[in-house]
T-cell receptor, first 110, second 112 residues
Framework: QQQVKQSPQSLIVQKGGISIINCAYE??????FPWYQQFPGKGPALLIA???DVSEKKEGRFTISFNKSAKQFSLHIMDSQPGDSATYFC?????????WGAGTKLIIKP | DTAVSQTPKYLVTQMGNDKSIKCEQN?????MYWYKQDSKKFLKIMFS???????INETVPNRFSPKSPDKAHLNLHINSLELGDSAVYFC???????????FGQGTRLTVV
């Protein structure tokens, strides 16, 4: 009930391509779904977040798609750039609970 | 000005020692956290404080004890360090629960 399953574990995308990372959750009470980006040697930083009352949120090249009925949400990175190479974490929360996905290491090849 | 700062950045110590990691945030946030990130990058929340009150205390050994002297500080004290405690520990803060969390730079703890 408390898991957030993130896939893939690692992803290699050519520069200019679309990177897609998926997450699935079980607890329908979750009401906040953030994505964090972490560069080596740094702490995670919020990239974009969504609440379940919308199905999509876009900020620049980054888009969250949210499917409430399927209990899934995904991060799409359009026109992926080498500077996007990082580890990405999805998370889901409700109240005091914040459950993290296992992370996806994204490499963008020039 | 660093929003969430933790010290030290690196900590190498022997098994059995006691050590502390300090965290301070200058964002005026009410909620602070401690996370552990293992070698596989998995992030695990350890503790959460809201207005100096312990809110979340995940299943961690009681050798780990957080202390919040005020809203801006959340320190982590670890007794009798073990090899398995080697990890990167992150402090974070947020205005309230379910809002953006700001992370510190991390403390890489190595127990030898």
């Amino acid at each position: 009930q408390q898991q957030v399953k993130q896939s893939p574990q690692s992803l290699i995308v050519q520069k200019g391509g679309i990177s897609i990372i998926n997450c699935a959750y079980e607890n329908t009470a979750f009401d906040y779904f953030p994505w964090y980006q972490q560069f080596p040697g740094k702490g995670p930083a919020l990239l974009i977040a969504i609440r379940p009352d919308v199905s999509e949120k876009k900020e620049g090249r980054f888009t969250i798609s949210f499917n409430k009925s399927a209990k899934q949400f995904s991060l799409h990175i359009m026109d992926s750039q080498p500077g996007d190479s990082a580890t990405y974490f999805c998370a889901a929360s409700k109240g005091y609970q914040l459950i993290w996905g296992a992370g996806t290491k994204l490499i963008i090849k020039p | 000005d660093t929003a969430v700062s933790q010290t030290p950045k690196y900590l190498v110590t022997q098994m059995g020692n006691d050590k502390s990691i300090k965290c301070e945030q200058n964002l005026g946030h009410d909620t602070m956290y401690w996370y552990k990130q293992d070698s596989k990058k998995f992030l695990k929340i350890m503790f959460s404080y809201n207005n100096k009150e312990l809110i979340i205390n995940e299943t961690v050994p009681n050798r780990f004890s957080p202390k919040s002297p005020d809203k801006a500080h959340l320190n982590l004290h670890i007794n009798s360090l073990e090899l398995g405690d080697s990890a990167v520990y992150f402090c974070a803060s947020s205005q309230k629960l379910n809002t953006e969390a700001f992370f510190g730079q991390g403390t890489r703890l190595t127990v030898v």
